[in-house]
C-alpha cells in the first residue's frame, strides 16, 4: 500500500486547509485511514480516523475545526481544517491499516505516508 499525500502549506491564522490521501497498491481493504500530526519538538499524535464503516474519532483539539471524510470508490481520505490556527502547525502524516489475510487469519498491517507540511503563521 502507498499512501501519497496532498495539500499542505502556509495559511493565516483563522485560514482553512484540506488534505488529501490516495492509497494505492495492491490491497483488500483498508479498515482505517487517518492523520496524524507531528510538532517539532512534540510527540506523533493522532488527530482525526475515520473506519470503513464510517465511525470517525477526533482529538479533543480539533473537535469542531477539523472534518475527516472518505471516498471509498477511491481509497481517499480527506482532512478539512479550518479555523487553524499556530499550534496546528507540524507535518501532518496519513495512515492507514490494511487488512490483509494470512495462514492464520486476518490481520492488520500498518502503512505511513510520507508526509505533508502545513504552517500556520501570519
Known amino acids: 500500500v502507498q499512501l501519497v499525500e496532498s495539500g499542505g502549506g502556509l495559511v493565516q491564522p483563522g485560514g482553512s486547509l484540506r488534505l488529501s490521501c490516495a492509497a494505492s497498491?495492491?490491497?483488500?481493504?483498508?479498515?482505517?485511514m487517518g492523520w496524524y500530526r507531528q510538532a517539532p519538538g512534540k510527540e506523533r499524535e493522532l488527530v482525526a480516523e475515520?473506519?470503513?464503516?464510517?465511525?470517525?474519532n477526533y482529538a479533543d483539539s480539533v473537535k469542531g475545526r477539523f472534518t475527516i471524510s472518505g471516498d471509498s470508490a477511491r481509497n481517499t481520505v480527506y482532512l478539512q481544517m479550518s479555523s487553524l490556527q499556530p499550534e496546528d502547525t507540524a507535518v501532518y502524516y496519513c495512515?492507514?491499516?490494511?487488512?490483509?489475510?494470512?495462514?492464520?487469519?486476518?490481520?492488520?498491517?500498518?502503512?505511513w505516508g510520507q508526509g505533508t507540511r502545513v504552517t500556520v503563521s501570519s
Open positions: 495512515n492507514a491499516y490494511e487488512a490483509r489475510s494470512t495462514t492464520w487469519g486476518w490481520t492488520n498491517v500498518e502503512h
Open positions: 497498491g495492491n490491497f483488500f481493504k483498508l479498515n482505517v
Open positions: 475515520i473506519r470503513s464503516e464510517g465511525d470517525t
